[in-house]
Structure formats: structure tokens, C-alpha cells
């Protein structure tokens, strides 16, 4: 089954920057839509931005104009950058495939945040 490595994540001001990885392997990725999901604490994952084999993205409210999702299959890698992060971007970030799998597996995420 697929596997998932997430990277790229530590401790940044508000109005700071980040750049997320994520390394997949076990599927053929550039047939896959990707996804980037967080979770932040205490609360349910949710759904951030995915990007379609084509290169279109899409993203949730919340970081539109914000953060930019990008491929890159040679590598089967994709890649989040993040700007102007806000306290509330504070969660462990994963990828995966967009839709979910019914039983999902997931990499160990990378942790963002976001404080003064």
C-alpha cells in the first residue's frame, strides 16, 4: 500500500513562511490526485488543498491566497508553501490522495506552528 513522508514542518512567527514535502511510494503517483490534510490541536483532521494530475488545485477557504500546492512526479513528491502563517495553521500536516481511501494509511506528518 502507498506510503507517506511528510517534512519541512517546525516553529515559525505569525507572517512567516514554510515549505511542506511529502515523498509518496507504494502507487503509481502521477495518476493520483493528492491532497494535503492537517489537524490541528484538539481538533478532527480537515482538508487543506489537492492538486489534480494536470497541475489544478484547489484550496480551502481558510488558506486561499496563502498557500500554493505543486507536483513534482519524476520525484513523486509534492510540495505545500506557505505564506503569511497565522496561529490558527498551527496543526501536523499529512498528504495523501484526494478523495481518502477507505481505510486510509498515513505518514507520521509534519508539525507547523505558529506563535509569537
Known amino acids: 500500500h502507498a506510503q507517506f513522508v511528510e517534512s519541512g514542518g517546525g516553529w515559525v512567527q505569525p507572517g512567516g513562511s514554510l515549505r511542506l514535502s511529502c515523498s509518496v511510494s507504494g502507487t503509481i503517483f502521477s495518476v493520483r490526485t493528492m491532497a494535503w490534510w492537517r489537524q490541528p490541536p484538539g481538533k478532527q483532521r480537515e482538508w487543506v488543498a489537492l492538486i489534480l494530475t494536470n497541475g489544478n488545485t484547489a484550496y480551502a477557504d481558510s488558506v486561499k491566497g496563502r498557500f500554493t500546492m505543486s507536483r513534482d512526479n519524476g520525484k513523486s513528491m509534492v510540495h505545500l508553501q506557505m505564506n503569511n502563517l497565522k496561529p490558527e495553521d498551527t496543526a501536523v500536516y499529512y498528504c495523501?490522495?484526494?478523495?481518502?481511501?477507505?481505510?486510509?494509511?498515513w505518514g507520521q506528518g509534519t508539525q507547523v506552528t505558529v506563535s509569537s
Open positions: 495523501n490522495f484526494q478523495p481518502l481511501p477507505s481505510e486510509p494509511s
